[in-house]
């Protein structure tokens, strides 16, 4: 009975039925057939059973919903599994308004590769809750130099042990043109995925959410990141559109730079500590200019390292925009070093390390006198202020913004990504997994 059912849909969907449709498919089903090219409709549902999908074949999906009639796959218990890397498990080439929700990709080349497909650019596309592991490239890329990328969302994934480039998300095109509209990733959202141990001899750079130049308007929140090669998080520029945010991730374990970002970016409420490289970077990249950086309410703590570099723009040239360093809580063998310029503002920052480049100006208005032990409640991972810590009522106002944990600051104005409260973290303890 079950079988007739999954041959029923199956002629439905070959036949294009203009009624939107349920297709319930199992690996011993012509499964491939089903998720190959262009059959499915607006509005279909695609579930997969639980069990193994394996096929030599290259998959290439092209399926393209419409605005209220999304294209839907469900995959609970699936696992999609490649039987070598000579190809990527999923390419997807024009797709549009689809779901793919909770499969497991593993054995492939790159997890998921987004381009376009002729005049048609990818667009309003979901992947939540997927597993992706063990495979020889990087895991998700929409990187494409004359593809658009056009709200993505990328949530609830959980990625691991990649090879190659080795990135969990590699996203707009590299060395994209000043201005280009292609090659771009735009009003975009990763949050609350799990990304850990891009690392290894298989994997030469490994950054966990890379966002190249160009891209913009684009949230990157709420995620887990931990064990990386290269830096947890890494943006460019927008070529002067509207900025990138990066907020309330927690980074730690990185073989480089915990957070690096070029221009046009808003940092707060991050944690990021036992950095490779600095805890937060700024430097000129590729056609980047350093500025238009707002840094504030971050907690960064880096043994021996620099918790907040900023290199001023290369060749004479002035920042791109100002930047402002405010009520971030900062922790390193050097706080704060920085190339002298009018464009940046420094207040409201506590912490202990020494300051660098900064001149008398910014010194003064640095609030050192902290350490870690004292600052923080005791416990692996834990960087919430301490009753009595040096970072109560340090910040600045003007520039307070809700905390790590999402809590509004009220009257508590505190250096650092959480608002002090006297019983305790009222949120989720750092720990390896999601963020709850």
């Known amino acids: 009975m079950r079988t007739a059912v999954i041959a029923l849909a199956l002629l ?7 009624d939107a449709k349920t297709v319930r498919l199992t690996s011993a089903s012509k499964w491939f057939e089903a998720l190959h090219g262009s059959g499915l409709k607006p509005g279909d549902e695609v579930i997969l059973a639980p069990g193994t999908y394996s096929d030599r074949r290259r998959l290439e999906m092209n399926h393209r919903g419409t605005e209220g009639k999304v294209i839907v796959i469900r995959a609970k218990g699936a696992i999609l599994k490649r039987p070598d890397a000579r190809q990527n ?24 590769r987004i381009e376009r497909q002729g005049k048609a650019q990818p667009k309003h596309l979901l992947f939540e809750g997927l597993h992706i592991h063990h495979i020889g490239g990087v895991a998700i ?10 709200r993505l969302v990328f949530r609830g994934n959980h990625i691991h042990h990649t090879a190659g480039h080795g990135e969990a998300f590699y996203l707009g095109g590299n060395n994209t043109k000043d201005g280009s509209t292609t090659g771009v990733m735009f009003n975009s959202i990763v949050e609350r995925n799990y990304i850990h141990h891009l690392i290894g001899p298989k994997v030469s750079q490994g950054d966990g959410i890379e966002i190249k130049d160009g891209s913009y308007g684009n949230i990157i929140r709420d995620n887990v990141i931990h064990d990386t090669k290269y830096p947890g998080v890494i943006v460019y520029g927008t070529d002067g559109r509207k ?40 430097r000129d990249h590729q056609s980047a200019v350093v500025g238009t950086l707002f840094i504030t309410h971050n907690t960064v703590v880096t043994k021996g390292r620099t918790a907040l570099r900023i290199i001023p723009p290369s ?44 001149g008398p ?35 600045a106002m003007k520039h307070a913004v809700a905390d790590f944990n999402g809590t509004k600051r009220s009257q508590s104005f505190d250096a650092g990504a959480y608002r002090f409260n006297a019983k305790g973290n009222p949120g989720w303890k750092i720990a390896p997994g999601f963020k709850k």
């Open 12 to 18: 439905s969907f070959v036949g294009g039925a203009a």
């Open 89 to 112: 498990s999923i390419n997807m080439a024009g797709c549009q308004y689809l779901e793919i929700h909770d499969l497991e990709i593993t054995g492939g080349s790159t997890g998921i």
């Open 141 to 150: 890329t929409a990187n494409h130099s004359t593809s658009t990328y056009e």
């Open 243 to 282: 900025s990138n945010v990066i907020e309330r991730n927690v980074i730690w374990n990185t073989g480089d730079n915990g957070i690096q970002a070029a221009a046009d970016a808003i940092i707060r409420n991050n944690i990021i500590f036992n950095t490779g490289g600095n805890g937060i970077y700024s």
């Open 315 to 358: 060749n004479g040239r002035k920042f791109s925009g100002p930047i402002v360093v405010a009520n971030n809580a900062l922790y390193g063998a050097t706080a704060i070093e920085a190339g002298r310029g009018k464009a940046i503002s420094l207040v409201g920052n506590a912490g202990s390390g020494r300051i660098s480049g900064l």
């Open 361 to 395: 100006l910014a010194a003064a208005q640095w609030q050192g006198g902290g350490a870690v032990g004292a600052d923080f409640v005791k416990g692996e991972r834990s960087f919430y202020p301490a009753p009595g810590s040096y970072l109560i009522g340090k910040a």
